[in-house]
T-cell receptor
Framework: GQQLNQSPQSMFIQEGEDVSMNCTSS?????WLWYKQDPGEGPVLLIA?????ELTSNGRLTAQFGITRKDSFLNISASIPSDVGIYFC????????????FGEGTQLTVNP | DTEVTQTPKHLVMGMTNKKSLKCEQH?????MYWYKQKAKKPPELMFV???????INESVPSRFSPECPNSSLLNLHLHALQPEDSALYLC?????????????FGNGTRLTVT
């Protein structure tokens, strides 16, 4: 089936550091979404991207929709302890209807 | 707080039990979804309802039976489950299942089958 390659799989950083994670695919997506999931909770939408090349910020988070439509990255600046969690990218294709393709997730640990 | 509400938060059931998971949203969304999530894995799509009609069934075993009584409610009826069905069951909704309509998830029901 469809796959999104998300990296890194896990990150251990110090508070205050910047973080970058990305998703790549061999096929084109029309929408890229970034979610964060805390333990015991559902994924929370962080940023939605709809156009190739689009760069969108949400507070300390910045995400970009790759120009080739096959990749996206998420940056977190000046990390804080509450940034801990699993970050998932998800892509949506025009031909897939309501189906999202998820990456495998990036587990982020922030040491105070 | 999530705007998609799921109950119960936790559920333990035996393999011969019948139980139901419930989901509610009042955002006016017309597409609702059931996902299954194993620990540290991404969510896996099970069912999609669009305008109260089942539009996608991802070859889910018949021991899982979805129901959409109205545009705000989504149920998942469970019967004769197996221990490997233990997982976090997530409900989600979106405006209309269109591309520019991201999914919003509830906090899930943690299901344990004994």
């Amino acid at each position: 089936g469809q796959q999104l390659n998300q990296s890194p799989q896990s990150m251990f950083i110090q508070e205050g550091e910047d973080v970058s994670m990305n998703c790549t695919s061999s096929s084109i997506f029309n929408t890229w979404l970034w979610y964060k999931q805390d333990p015991g909770e559902g994924p929370v939408l962080l940023i939605a991207l709809y156009k190739a090349g689009e760069l969108t910020s949400n507070g300390r988070l910045t995400a970009q929709f790759g120009i080739t439509r096959k990749d996206s990255f998420l940056n977190i600046s000046a990390s804080i302890p509450s940034d801990v969690g699993i970050y998932f990218c998800a892509g949506q294709k025009e031909t897939s209807g309501s189906r999202l393709t998820f990456g495998e997730g990036t587990q982020l640990t922030v040491n105070p | 707080d999530t705007e998609v509400t799921q109950t119960p938060k936790h559920l333990v059931m035996g393999m011969t039990n019948k139980k139901s998971l419930k989901c509610e949203q009042h955002m006016g969304h017309r597409a609702m979804y059931w996902y299954k999530q194993k620990a540290k894995k991404p969510p896996e799509l099970m069912f999609v309802y669009s305008y109260e009609k089942l539009s996608i069934n991802e070859s889910v075993p018949s021991r899982f039976s979805p129901e959409c009584p109205n545009s705000s409610l989504l149920n998942l009826h469970l019967h004769a489950l197996q221990p490997e069905d233990s997982a976090l069951y997530l409900c989600a909704s979106s405006l209309g299942g269109l591309l520019n309509s991201p999914l919003h998830f509830g906090n899930g029901t943690r299901l344990t089958v004994t």
